[in-house]
């Protein structure tokens, strides 16, 4: 099994049109975000959204659960930390720990949960059906992340 040695944080700005009248990003961006920062991860390790498509792989959102404890305004440059935390043939568990990138001040964190299904939304088991796949996912289970 591959050993995936680090993560590194997705970076992003923080878009006028993502905010409310207050300047402070609207709830609803942070679904965005998430998916932007697990995209990238998993384009880190070399299974792309498309990739994954082609061989008929969907990754469904089951549930999204945020904890807003800091503010994210217009101009922001955040940096998010993603980290697979749970996996099984069917389904998935990701963490994401949101950062300023300029200061390294700790904001928020969020959880989502994901199944693999195929092109009809049955569910996959993704271990039986690419392995290959499933190994690198669980490589990084075991990934230590970049602070």
Known sequence: ???????????????YYETDQ??????????????EARLD???????SYDKMEEMGIIIPVLELHNVFT???HYGDIISIQPSLV??????????????DAG?????NRADTSHAFV??????M??????????????????APEEK
């Open 70 to 72: 800091n503010a994210i």
């Open 86 to 99: 749970k996996l099984t043939p069917v389904r998935f568990g990701m963490h994401y720990e949101f950062y």
């Open 125 to 142: 088991n993704l271990k039986k059906k690419y392995p290959e796949v499933y190994a690198a996912m669980e490589a990084l289970l075991q």
């Open 103 to 107: 200061t390294g001040a700790w904001l």
């Open 22 to 35: 207050m300047h402070v990003v609207h709830h609803s961006n942070y679904a965005r975000y998430m998916e």
């Open 1 to 15: 099994m591959n050993r995936i040695s680090k993560i590194k944080p997705y970076i992003r700005a923080v878009n």
């Open 118 to 123: 195929d092109t009809d939304f049955r569910p």
């Open 41 to 47: 991860m998993m384009n880190q390790i070399g299974l």
